[in-house]
């Protein structure tokens, strides 16, 4: 039977599980996720944030809250999750 | 004047036919006058056409990986009919070899001599032309009733969550550097030149931000373009309609320009609009989403294989 992957999302923020990142292979650009959302406010996230291959990981290691002052809170269970963000035909790329 | 015809080898060599003044191989050496190219899978019934008149062969050669057969001027004609006539077949039945390939092995058992065979042709080609016009007005009017039904069914949701939409606001602007200096004010500089990019193809466009504007050139006349909305969905956290932009002739949808999902977030009262793939025009307003989540592909099909639990707020 297949795993279940679990993808979270916040807005325009998306969190999708990933398996057999090898962390040490990445970067680490900190701490704590922040992504500032189009109309100033910022999706929080305290727990490790990587790089790898022009992809941002962040390593949840215990339950942890997602903020946005305008959504309400979401609890991310452990896990390795790739950052992400909703697409637009008409601009090609993720919004980020 | 002769006919030159090369046959080439499926799949790799495309098939050629021109007129030259020469019965001789230096015909295609020369690159003689009035070329005529069928791409190699495609040219097989060419090959039938040339096996019916093999007695009329005038001579034969071998150059450049194709067998060449020479006949008299008059089977130019007939070769540029043969080929009207699978370019149309192939359109007609939407590249599907075989059914080209049996529809002209019928036809060509009718075939006696040159002039008449041209002449069923064309008549073929006309006939072929005919119903696939009437295929397409008939898809046209098939959609315009589908998306008015969509229209009476996602009423109430439009009005209550989008009224703007049935009335937007319409900015004019008289160039693309104007457009996007004006998006500019709502947008970061990297939206708005895709924005604007977008606009230079598939204009009239629309933007949403605290409300729905509708972009188009100063000279245009938006009298054939319309907004149908083809599907809606409401839940706690968001309610969303898929809407696609087209524009209009004799009163039947003509040419879809865009399709998009519009949206409020129930939780920040905040509206947003995604365009998404136009492949996705018969589907649901929820696979539309999925898309704009990433989680199909430009054809609904999902793209990861695992089960998938989705948590959103």
């Known amino acids: ?96 | 004047m002769f006919c030159h015809i090369g046959l080439g080898r499926a799949y790799r060599r495309s098939y050629e036919f021109f007129l030259s003044d020469v019965i001789t191989s230096s015909g295609a050496k020369k690159r003689s006058r009035n070329i005529f190219r069928v791409e190699g899978f495609l040219g097989y019934p060419l090959r039938i056409f040339v096996e019916e008149f093999k007695d009329s062969t005038i001579h034969m050669y071998r150059y450049s990986g194709r067998q060449y057969y020479v006949f008299p001027e008059k089977f130019y004609s007939l070769f540029v009919s043969v080929s009207k006539l699978i370019y149309t077949l192939n359109r007609y039945h939407r590249r599907d070899v075989e059914k080209i390939f049996n529809h002209i092995n019928r036809f060509v058992e009718l075939c006696k001599d040159v002039d008449q065979c041209i002449e069923m042709l064309l008549r073929e080609v006309s006939y072929i032309e005919n119903l696939f016009v009437k295929r397409v007005v008939k898809g046209r009017k098939a959609l315009t009733k589908r998306f008015r039904r969509s229209m009476e069914r996602c009423r109430d949701v439009v009005g209550r969550f989008f009224p703007d939409l049935l009335n937007p606001y319409i900015h004019r602007y008289e160039n693309f550097e104007e457009l996007e200096e004006f998006l500019r004010k709502f947008f970061s500089d990297r939206v708005a030149r895709s924005y604007r990019r977008f606009a230079e193809i598939r204009n009239p466009i629309i933007v949403a931000r605290d409300g729905i504007i509708l972009l188009a050139k100063d000279n245009q006349l938006l009298d054939n373009f319309s907004i149908y909305v083809d599907d809606c969905s409401v839940t706690s956290s968001y309610a969303i309609t898929k809407i696609v932009g087209v524009e209009m002739l004799n009163g039947y949808v003509y040419r879809v320009k865009w399709v998009a999902i519009l949206g409020v977030d129930l939780y920040t009262k905040q509206l947003f609009l995604h365009y998404v793939p136009p492949t996705l025009i018969l589907r649901k307003a929820e696979l539309c989403r999925l898309w704009v989540l990433g989680l199909v592909d430009d054809f609904g099909r999902p793209l990861y294989e695992d089960n998938v639990s989705l948590v959103e707020v």
Request: aromatic share 8%.
């Open chain 1, 1 to 96: 039977m297949n795993k279940t992957r679990k993808i979270y999302r916040q807005g325009d923020l998306i969190l999708v599980e990933e398996e057999g990142i090898d962390t040490n292979l990445a970067m680490k650009e900190g701490d704590i996720l922040e992504i500032a959302s189009e109309n100033g406010n910022t999706h929080k996230l305290i727990s490790p944030v990587y790089s790898l291959y022009g992809r941002r990981y962040v390593v949840v290691k215990k339950p942890s809250t997602l903020i946005h002052p305008q959504h309400p809170k979401l609890v991310i269970e452990p896990g390795i999750y790739r950052v992400e963000f909703v697409r637009d035909y008409a601009l090609n790329r993720s919004i980020d």
